[in-house]
């Protein structure tokens, strides 16, 4: 008698611990389990089920959260689909790296003698985003990193789940 009380309760506690597991579902479909740190308006810091070490997911890579504690499903960001060029106005440009964690990178785009109106907010500004969209959407890619280094050489990747 005693060894099945003992088993039982070896088996409800596993199940208790098991549901306390925070659930990271991907847009690629992917599902990351652990415990969420913390979660910003970028992104989200967590370690995985068994560790200790923090690793970090822009909100752009992850589609919803499940908390285990409490069964709180929160949605993060909406996928977004490119079918072809003719999606250029549903891709995203980023100012921050930190936008672009668990994202696939891709290629350069654009690079500084291309991209001198758009950081400078001139009026050629809106058909420089226009082209980076555009060759984005061609290419596949939802995303679009623009980044000024710190010799002002600016640079145009893109990025897709």
């Known amino acids: 008698m005693k060894k099945i009380i003992l088993l039982f309760t070896l088996v409800f506690g596993l199940n208790i611990a098991s549901a306390q597991v925070d659930v990271i579902k991907k847009q690629i479909g992917e599902t990351l389990k652990g415990r969420i740190i913390s979660v910003d308006d970028n992104v989200i810091v967590f ?24 069964g709180q499903v929160v949605q993060t960001s909406n996928k977004i689909a490119i079918n072809d060029q003719a999606d250029w106005e549903k891709v995203v440009i980023l100012d921050n790296l930190d936008k672009t964690l668990g994202l696939e990178v891709g290629q350069h785009i654009g690079s500084s003698a291309d991209l001198a109106n758009y950081q400078s907010g001139s009026r050629g500004s809106l058909a420089v985003e226009r082209r980076l969209k555009t060759e984005a959407a061609r290419l596949g890619y939802q995303f679009v990193l623009v980044t000024t280094d710190a010799s002002s050489n600016t640079t145009a990747v893109v990025y897709k789940y």
């Open 47 to 70: 370690t995985y089920e068994g560790q200790n070490v923090p690793y970090t997911i822009a909100k752009n890579a992850v589609e919803k959260i499940t908390y285990g504690r409490t």
